[in-house]
């Protein structure tokens, strides 16, 4: 918990140790942790879990040997030079998971992992590492001796002076996993400007490396993209630009080990020998559907590639455009009209490798068919596009406009960047889709509702059991929302989402504003309301528990009265229905339900009472608890 007032933090006499289990929530990028560059901000000890969320550390950096989760959070400049301690803005030897952070201008002065050293097991996820240098040692992003996996993220313009510009993977037991992630601009003086993969196994899927380089001249060095010395695979993955220009493998050079490729292009990189990939004395295998820049000594040497590889018959940009904005969370080369990459690759490698989506996280993996080569799949769609298409077509009955493709997921990427659940949009999309005229005109009877709600939100037919129940429920009495509500708050609903849309959970606060506005107004809220009563819930929290219950209070009958709200005109049965939307997250069991609106029907309590029951009701005390424990922001 920090003071709103205060805007940053030196510390002159020692950092945190932590020894104990901790959570810490800070306030985001108004507050500065400084460590001075003379000691770690924070060191987590062995045996110990911690989060930490929404932190600006600079000059110290993090030392883990517990378990820590590391979300929303930056690290810069930190300069770290122990010849003991690893890492410029993290050295971690326990358990370690970095959820969307940016690691910038970090160093590691007199050791390995300008950025990160992981000895332990670290994830990282859909973060950014640029900047970061080692500029004695190797590794420029991440030196890894343990099990690493990235995952989502860009690793760009990190430096060292020895192996390793983006990431460096050494150790017997070391494993480096990399999924669709972009390495591009690092450099290493000697080998391995994007990735060196000195031994143990790397793993490289769904990714792109691009632009990266090596140095040095000496035949021994090599691999502007990727210098293997250890087992190594590679699937549907673009290597382009980058360059050895003065040593061997452009794109890849192999020494003593095992390449095994497939789905691939490795073209358009430039070397003094072997501009593709240069194989010294390791073992080359094609797994097929391979596209190479160039044939021959000047392109591939010791390599042999198989009948279903393909080689560029013409200049790079016949295959593939710049690296740019695609659409996804990482930069791209896009295959440009007519190139070879598309609809050439070979699906079971693919589907053996698990893909699903592209690098972008657009989906299909295979369109028209065939996989493409590469990591871009040409004719896919984003995630979020499809799920909206999805709901237009099993609403709706048709495709999307193109006005509302467009509207939809714009409401999407701005309850994103407000720091809200994206689930909840589609909960507000279906809301109004299934009290449209045009959905109301189709006149559907109760089993072919249930069978809509079941294809909607669990994408499949409605077992016998489920349709029998539903179908009941609502012959019985049981408003359509309600069956809705219980559908878009189930278990099953929240599984298929969040398969498809990774971890989107949102603060206690934050759901219960989306909440206020979806349940009373059937809609997601404006950015200058959700401000305002974020606000008012955020200032409650720094002042305690009795100013978060009144605000509760207040906030929920400002909403139940509001004009918007009784323009709806809604009756009791609707507004019981609204009430359990809005304060418990779902639909209610029929006895439940009828109580209620009984209670409202025969005059023994009053709408506002009826309310009150809802907020005081120990399920929604729940929820105002976990508002309260997560404490304050500001």
Not at 228 to 239: D, E, V
Request: proline share 2%.
């Amino acid at each position: 918990m920090f003071q709103s007032s205060l805007g940053g933090i030196l510390l002159s006499s020692g950092g945190f140790t932590i020894t104990d289990n901790l959570t810490i929530n800070g306030p985001g990028a108004s507050l500065t942790i400084s460590g001075n560059n003379a000691q770690r901000i924070f060191t987590i000890n062995s045996g110990v879990t911690a989060t930490f969320s929404a932190l600006k550390l600079q000059n110290g950096g993090i030392q883990n040997s517990g378990t820590l989760t590391l979300n929303n959070s930056t690290i810069q400049s930190s300069i770290w030079g122990s010849a003991s301690i690893a890492g410029g803005a993290i050295g971690n030897t326990g358990t370690m998971v970095v959820n969307n952070c940016t690691l910038s201008g970090n160093s590691a002065t007199d050791n390995y992992g300008g950025g990160i050293y992981n000895a332990g097991t670290l994830t990282v996820n859909s973060s950014v590492l640029s900047g970061n240098t080692a500029p004695n040692w190797s590794g420029g992003g991440i030196y890894n001796t343990g099990t690493l996996t990235v995952n989502n993220s860009t690793v760009s313009g990190n430096s060292t002076d020895g192996s390793g510009g983006g990431i460096r993977n050494g150790g017997r037991s070391a494993t480096a996993t990399v999924n669709n992630t972009t390495l591009s601009g690092n450099s290493a003086q000697y080998g391995g400007g994007g990735i060196n993969h000195e031994s143990g196994t790397l793993t490289v899927r769904n990714s792109t490396l691009s632009g990266n380089s090596v140095l040095d001249s000496s035949t021994s060095s090599g691999g502007g993209g990727i210098s293997i010395r250890g087992s190594a695979t590679i699937l549907n993955s673009t290597l382009s630009g980058n360059a050895a220009s003065a040593s061997r493998g452009g794109g890849i050079h192999i020494s003593r080990a095992s390449l095994s490729i497939g789905n691939t292009l490795v073209a358009g990189n430039t070397g003094f020998n072997g501009k593709e990939i240069y194989n010294t004395s390791g073992v080359f295998t094609s797994l097929g559907d391979n596209l190479f820049g160039e044939n021959g000594t000047s392109g591939l040497v010791n390599v042999n590639p198989i009948a279903s590889d393909i080689i560029l018959p013409g200049p790079i940009s016949t295959a593939i455009g710049p690296l740019a904005n695609n659409g996804g969370p990482t930069l791209t080369h896009l295959p440009v009209a007519g190139s070879p990459l598309i609809n050439a690759g070979n699906n079971t490698l693919a589907q053996s490798a698990g893909l699903t989506t592209d690098q972008r996280g657009f989906g299909p993996r295979i369109v028209n068919g065939t996989v493409d080569i590469g990591s871009v799949e040409v004719g896919a769609v984003s995630t979020i596009a499809a799920l909206v298409t999805h709901y237009y077509q099993f609403i709706l009955g048709r495709a999307p406009d193109t006005g509302g493709l467009a509207y939809w997921q714009g409401e999407i990427a701005r309850l994103q960047g407000l720091g809200v659940d994206v689930q909840e949009a589609f909960r507000v999309m279906a809301g109004q889709f299934f009290t449209s005229a045009e959905y109301l005109d189709r006149n559907t009877s109760n089993t072919q509702y249930v069978t809509d709600l079941y294809r909607t939100f669990f994408n499949r037919t409605p077992d016998s059991g489920g349709l029998s129940y539903w179908a009941g429920q609502l012959a019985a009495g049981m408003p359509r929302g309600m069956a809705l509500y219980s559908f878009l708050f189930s278990a099953e609903f929240g599984s298929y989402m969040q398969a498809r849309l990774g971890n989107t959970t949102s603060r206690g606060e934050v759901y219960a504003v989306v909440d206020f506005y979806r349940g009373f107004l059937n809609r997601l809220p404006d950015s200058g309301g959700f401000g305002y009563w974020i606000g008012r819930f955020r200032t409650a929290q720094c002042q305690g528990v009795a100013a978060v219950n009144a605000e509760v209070e207040s906030i929920s009958r400002q909403f139940a009265a509001s004009t918007e709200y009784f323009n709806r005109n809604r009756d009791n049965r609707n507004y019981v229905a609204d009430l359990y939307y809005a304060f418990l997250r779902r639909g209610g069991e029929l006895t439940g339900f009828s109580f209620w609106v009984s209670q409202l029907n025969t005059g023994v309590q009053t709408r506002d009472q009826v309310r009150r029951s809802f907020l005081q009701s120990p399920e929604f005390q729940g929820r105002v608890q976990q508002i309260i424990n997560q404490g304050c922001l500001n």
